[in-house]
């Protein structure tokens, strides 16, 4: 079967870093994508791997690794903005994404 | 301006009855999907369309039926909502098949049944 884990809630200080991972198990892969969704909206777009490696954008970064199935979403400075779910998801051999529960990421002053 | 739009933002009611969530887009996509979210669950594909092929998932109760007239508009219909259909459902589109394609998501319509 596929499947794709996250771990269910993290907590973290404004204006620290925090490294979201994501493990997967899909038929086939054609990229990892990162959203963002506030509570009671519907997700956005952060981020997107196909090759190995860091992708930077600005306070978060997107890694991937295909050999060992594993993302991490790494967050820097911290704002309570940023308090939401993370979700990661994987594009399998038909084209489908194949979602993560998401992590909702709690930010305390 | 919106590009992925969905109508109503809230729908509310009562079991057994059928309703009809809509969603339209001003992208120009080929392919649009429905989404099924539960609270802290992971979305649910219940169906996308490639242009006009439609694709059931597996698991999709027949209870869902779908229709896309046009490359812009795709509706949603719950024949006897229960209970269980309480959820905010997500329509998403997508350009095409490129790799880096990202999916943009509407706003969702929250679903509840009384």
């Known amino acids: 079967g596929q499947n794709i884990d996250q771990p269910t809630e993290m907590t973290a200080t404004e204006g620290a870093i925090v490294q979201i991972n994501c493990t997967y198990q899909?038929?086939?892969?054609?990229?990892l994508f990162w959203y963002q969704q506030h509570a009671g909206e519907a997700p956005t777009f952060l981020s997107y791997?196909?090759l190995d490696g860091l992708e930077e954008k600005g306070r978060f970064s997107s890694f991937l690794s295909r050999s060992k199935g594993y993302s991490y979403l790494l967050l820097k400075e911290l704002q309570m903005k940023d308090s939401a779910s993370y979700l990661c998801?994987?594009?399998?051999?038909?084209?489908?994404?194949?979602w993560g529960a998401g992590t909702k990421l709690i930010i305390k002053p | 301006d919106a590009m992925v739009i969905q109508n109503p933002r809230y729908q509310v009611t009562q079991f057994g009855k059928p309703v009809t969530l809509s969603c339209s887009q001003t992208?120009?996509?080929?392919?649009m999907y429905w989404y099924q979210q539960k609270s802290s669950q992971a979305p649910k594909l219940l169906f996308h369309?490639?242009?006009?092929?439609?694709?059931n998932e597996a698991d999709t109760p027949d209870n869902f039926q779908s229709r896309r007239p046009n490359t812009s508009f795709c509706f949603l219909d719950i024949r006897s909502p229960g209970l269980g259909d309480a959820a905010m459902y997500l329509c998403?589109?997508?350009?095409?098949?490129?790799?880096?394609?990202?999916?943009?998501f509407g706003p969702g319509t929250r679903l509840t049944v009384l």
């Open positions: 998403a589109t997508l350009p095409g098949k490129r790799e880096s394609d990202t999916q943009y």
């Open positions: 992208l120009n996509h080929n392919v």
């Open positions: 369309y490639y242009d006009k092929d439609f694709n």
């Open positions: 899909t038929s086939g892969f054609n990229g």
């Open positions: 791997n196909v």
């Open positions: 998801a994987v594009r399998d051999s038909n084209y489908q994404l194949i």
